[in-house]
Structures are given as C-alpha cells and as structure tokens.
C-alpha cells in the first residue's frame, strides 16, 4: 500500500524493521513485489501505454520527457550507492525524510490547477520532477508524493502530474528489478512457493487499490492530507 501512497514505502520498511528487529526481505522476494508493483502500475495505465506505443510519432515529446525524467535518479543511484545505503541506517535522516515529504505534500494546498497536459510536459519539467525522483530514492522521502508535487509546482494538470509521476515510475521500477536480479542467489531462493506467489499478489492488488486511491485524492487536489501523517512519523521517529 505504501509503494505508492505519497508516504514513502522504504521510509516504512526500515522503520518496521528498526522497531521489529526484522531483517531485510530474500532479494527474490524483493524482485517479485517490484514485479508485483510494475505490473499493477502498467495494467493501471495501460490505456495511455497502449496510446503512447501506438502514436509514437505524436506522442515522441512524451517519450523523450519521460527519457529525461529518469536520468537523474540513474545517475544519483549509480555514484552515490554506497552514501544512499548508509542512510537508511539513520534514524534522524529518516526522521527528516518524512518531513521533508510531509512539507512537499504541504505545499500542494497552495498551488492551483494547472493548465499543462502530458502533450504539453516541456524538457524542463521532466529534468525537474526527475530530480525530486532522484532525491527520494533517500529513505522516507516518497517518490510519488515528491514527483506529483513537482508537477503541480510545475503547472501541470493535477491527473496527468498523477500520470506522469507513474509512467516515469515503469523505467525506475524495471531498474530497480533489474539490478536485484544480479545478486540472485539461484541455489537460495528462500520461501518457497507459496509465500512469494503470496508476497507478489498482495503487492499486486493492493498496488493497484493504492493507485486508484491516490488517482482520486491527487485530482481533487487533497494530497496535502498526507501531509500530518508524514509528520507525525517524523516526531515519532526522532523520539525514537
């Protein structure tokens, strides 16, 4: 449910393993729950996907943006691993992470609709939301509320900064997949069966529930309501 409220899921998961003592999830697992989470993602929007794949040449402006919107959290993930990973051991970074969220989605309360479509998203605007992604790879910083909210900032339609956020979400996420399946340890894929069909449909279902739970807040313009949980978590955490 996390992966895509604008609550930040890794913010979440550190902190359940921090007061539970849990340890991280088998890498096979983890692979199959972003699996799980791209699949509900694509089948959520599949009407533009199937638009954009079969319009290429009228839709290029998107693709590109779409292209440029990813670079910067490739390039922050490739030379800054080592730093990223230090962070989600700190709970003071966590702590400011979900405060940080919780002022980004804050600030949507004073930003007015804007009038830009997904036709109209300019090099600009992508560079700028691909930023926010960039930067919430960081523990607790969410990456859908930083994104949808750069677009709002940017003036961009409150339903297509909700699409664009997740189309730009396909490319991070097969990433993100696609580098867990080189540390596989194919002897040791721990579980078995039927916990990971288990783990995969739950992150199915619920992603695609999520997805159409944020749809209807981010449209109506509500995504500030995310704000007081986020900061509530962040007094919770630095107590901690």
Not at 127 to 138: H, K, M
Not at 166 to 174: C, E, K, T, V
Not at 187 to 202: K, W, Y
């Amino acid at each position: 449910m996390t992966e895509f409220l604008p609550v930040s899921s890794s913010g979440h998961l550190v902190l359940f393993q921090k007061l539970f003592g849990l340890r991280e999830a088998p890498i096979f697992f983890d692979t199959l729950v972003h699996l799980a989470t791209l699949l509900a993602v694509v089948f959520y929007l599949r009407k533009d996907i199937i638009n954009i794949l079969m319009n290429l040449k009228r839709n290029a402006n998107l693709i590109i943006c779409i292209i440029i919107g990813t670079l910067p959290a490739v390039a922050f993930g490739l030379f800054f691993k080592k730093e990223i990973e230090a962070t989600f051991d700190s709970l003071p970074l966590l702590s400011a992470g979900f405060f940080v969220t919780a002022i980004l989605l804050f600030l949507t309360k004073f930003f007015k609709e804007g009038e830009k479509d997904l036709s109209k998203i300019n090099w600009i605007d992508s560079l700028l939301i691909g930023v926010f992604q960039a930067v919430s790879i960081l523990p607790s910083i969410s990456r859908s509320g930083s994104t949808i909210s750069a677009g709002l900032f940017r003036g961009i339609k409150r339903e297509d900064a909700f699409k664009f956020s997740f189309l730009l979400s396909i490319p991070a996420i097969f990433g993100a997949m696609v580098l867990q399946i080189f540390d596989f340890d194919w002897n040791n894929l721990d579980g078995g069966f039927l916990v990971n069909f288990i783990g995969f449909l739950t992150a199915a279902i619920f992603g695609f529930l999520s997805l159409k739970f944020l749809e209807k807040i981010a449209v109506k313009g509500k995504l500030y309501y995310f704000a007081t949980y986020c900061l509530i978590l962040a007094i919770l955490v630095l107590f901690l």
